[in-house]
Structure formats: C-alpha cells, structure tokens
DNA sequence: CGCGCAATTGAGTCGACTCAACGTTGGTGG
DNA sequence: CCACCAACGTTGAGTCGACTCAATTGCGCG
C-alpha cells in the first residue's frame, strides 16, 4: 500500500527490506478524503504524520483578507506533515484537491525509528530536506521569474516529481487542479492566471484540459522555466 | 564559541551537557569572511555544513538574466547549510553580507550524531524544519501580501530571530544589507525597494539609517505584517 | 433543459518596472 | 585636513504587467 513511498524514497538511496518492514508498520490507520476536504487544519498538534497514498493534496495559508497562497504540492508518495513530528504544532492547513487515499505515520513510532534505524532516519529527514529545496526553488520562481517562467517551473517539477511514482502517462498526467486553485500557487488572481495558461498553450509548450495536463515540447519548455532537477536530489547514493 | 547555537536551539528544547559538548567537538575549523564572499559555492558539495557565528549570511539562486533571489537569510546561531549533510550537492550559493565568523561541522561527526544521540539529530531535523516554515512564511508574503506588508513581515521575524540570540538593543538591530540586498529579498527593482521601504518610514513603523533598523511601533508593524510567530517554534518542549 | 461551476474575454485602474538623473556619505590618498 | 571617488540612496517620468469588476461562454449532471 505505501509503495510510493518507497518509489519515493528510493530515488535518494536505497532501503533495506528491515526498514521497509518499518515504514509499514509506522502507518496506524488510513482514510479517505473528498476534494476539498481538510487533512490538517492549521493550529492544530496532529498526533500522526499523513503520507499521500494517491491524489493531490496542498499545504496553504490564509490571509487576513480571506485570500490564499498555497505553499506546497504533494501527490502520491509524499509524506505532507512529517515535519509536524518535530514542529508539534502546524502552521498551515493541508486541503485534498483531489479525492485522496491517505495513511497515517504515528510520531511514537517515528519517535521509536530515530532511536533505533538512524539510516531511516536520515532517509526521512532528507525527504523533508528535499521539500524545503522545493520551496526554496518556489521562492525563486515567484520572485524572479515572469510569471509564464513560474507556472513552467512548476509544471516542469510536477512532471519528473510524478514520473518518480509512475503517475505520468508519456508526456501526461493527472492533473486536477483548477485554475482558481492554481492561481493560489502561483500567488495570481484567477483571471490573470487563465491569461499566463493561454501564453503557454499559444507556444505550444502545453495542453491542459480535462483535467490532463501534457507537455508538448519538453525542451522549450524547460528552457522557458530554466529548469535544472537538481535541487530534487534525483540520485541514488549514500546517505 | 558556538554559544549562539545553543541559544538558537533551546528556543525549541533544552540540551543536555553532554549535547552541548557533542556539538562543539562537531565543530572541525572556524574561519572568517568578507562581506560580498562566498561562503559556499552552488553545486559544490561540501564535505561539512556553516554555521554562523556572527555576521549576517544568506542563501541566494541567480537566474539566466543574471538577478538574484535570496531565499533565506541567516543570523548568529543559525546553521545556514546543515541539510548539504544530505542534500549533498547544494543547489544555491551561500554569501556573506556582512563580515561574517563562521564554523564548520563535519559531516562525518554529523553521522555519528545520528547514529549515537538520537535526541541530538531530532534537535538538528527540527533545525531544518524551522527553516522549511521560514520558507513557507515567505512565500504566502511574497505570494499574497502587499510589498509593505511583505517588508513589515520580514522585520518582524528578523526581530524575533535576533532577540533569540541577544542581537537585538532595545528595539533596534544591526542590518547590513543595502537597499539593493533587500530588494534581491523581496523579489523586487532597487528602485521600487526604496519606495517601499519609505511607505513604512512614513508611517512611522520603523526607522532605518546607518545598517541600524530600529521598530518605532511595534503593534502597528505586526498588523501590516500579519505576523504570527508560530511558525517559528519559539517553545521549549520535548521533542 | 437548466443550473452551477469553471473557463474565457473586455475594459479601466493601479502597482511595479525601466531609464535616467541627482543627492548623500564614508573612506582614502594627496 | 580636505578633495575626491565610489557606492548607496532618492526622485521623476513614462511604460507595461497584473489587478478588479463585469459579462459571456462551455460543460457536466440532475
């Protein structure tokens, strides 16, 4: 069931059958969500951490005026909140965008792992670590970068971030944000967001329609975001 | 030396003696650096991670264009690159923007760490964790906030961050950064930086002369802001 | 068939950018 | 000790990107 995970983690290092037989036995329960339905809701000291069997689930803030930015993307395999581990209370909610199938590591058990497998341990400080590169190349794409650049970058990641748990079809996949929804990623207003979509499509670098985004000149496109992987830390070695 | 780490980490949890001599014989050299230096070069892959002891440091990305994006900023105490450990290749250069003393610990004292004192590692993990919920501040400012808003809200966190460490007089603090460092913050033109940061002169939130910011009204800084320091884990509890 | 939600288009306004010039200040060498 | 230089800070003007308000189209489902 959490093989994702494992497709996950494998791309850094690999596991031992002992420490897989960990992770699975971590996970104390699963659920289901509904789109639209709140994991997490900000504030509160969740006693488990959620990993993202399947679907689309978001980590946001809201203002005071009632908009929203969301911070981070998670699909299958991510573990959303491992932080909260560590950090005990959360400072973000997390929303399923999608129908979700999530289970539930509990923090005495991660507790138990740092204590006893400090490999896995590393393995999952480093999956958080990898996160927090996610985030610093976010910074740089909605500081730096017109916003065309910024939806490619992020499109760009999407695509090699779900071809690691096989959730690509060629050069589609899943996609079930809509616009409004990712005009909070990007930190746009809907209407500006449908305008840069419409750039994209207009170069050819992109469909995007029901639900199904596919890439249609890979190059281009990673030219137009300046797109380097590295800060994914695709490679296999010892950690 | 290494006492602002200290300070910095038993924000979050106290350290035991034995911790604390652990983490100085971590500590392989000290050196010295210029502002405008490079501490760490992107994609390099350090064979050891910085830690500040005094001066102010920050990581930062370029683009094709040749602007900069600085994503973080780092302050005595702070360990500006612990997650090259397992990162390994840095995927961002780190700078000096001030005369900077810096120390270095051993990535393979950091593995024994992991192996030997697992509160100690969940101690550093929370480190990092701290930084990702920086990240995320940033991004709902940079993604939803106004410019003036966005400025107030990094004073207010720098603030906070620098009493942890005693770096703060009253309140006022020593900041190095030039207008145009700040805009590289922010995400925005040198020019357009100074009007902003004007806009909170003239409302009388802050003074800022002489790389000496001094807060002249705290409540009213801290609405424009939004800031809610939550996400910085200011307290001491097991973790 | 019609309702509701998502996507799209148009028009007018304001924020942020660039280019360009000028003021201020701290440090350095004659 | 003062003159000068270089870097930093400030201001003005014109342009373009992104916002808001408002209306229209497209589509899936009861």
Request: glycine letters at 6%; proline letters at 3%; hydrophobic letters at 40%.
């Amino acid at each position: 069931m959490i093989e994702p995970l494992f497709l996950n983690l494998e791309q850094h290092d690999t596991l031992s059958d002992e420490e897989r037989g960990v992770l699975r036995k971590m996970m104390v329960k699963e659920k289901r969500f509904a789109a639209g339905e709140d994991l997490v809701v900000e504030g509160s000291r969740p006693p488990y951490s959620s990993l993202v069997i399947d679907g689309f689930t978001a980590r946001y803030k809201l203002t005071a005026e009632g908009t929203r930015q969301i911070t981070a993307l998670h699909i299958s395999g991510d573990f959303v909140d491992l932080h909260a581990f560590l950090l005990k209370t959360m400072d973000h909610g997390v929303i399923a965008l999608s129908p979700c199938h999530v289970a539930f590591a509990d923090h005495g058990e991660l507790k138990r792992v740092t204590e006893q497998y400090p490999h896995l341990t590393r393995m999952l400080w480093l999956d958080t670590l990898v996160h927090g590169s996610i985030h610093r190349a976010w910074i740089v794409a909605m500081g730096r970068r017109s916003k065309a650049s910024h939806l490619a970058h992020i499109i760009c990641e999407l695509f090699v971030r779900l071809r690691c748990v096989h959730k690509t079809n060629g050069w589609s996949f899943y996609f079930p944000l809509s616009q409004g929804e990712m005009a909070d990623v990007l930190g746009l207003s809907l209407v500006h967001m449908n305008r840069v979509i419409q750039t994209l499509r207009r170069h050819g670098l992109i469909s995007w329609a029901s639900q199904t985004i596919t890439i249609l000149d890979w190059e281009k496109l990673k030219d137009v975001a300046e797109f380097d992987p590295t800060y994914l830390s695709l490679s296999a070695e010892p950690r």
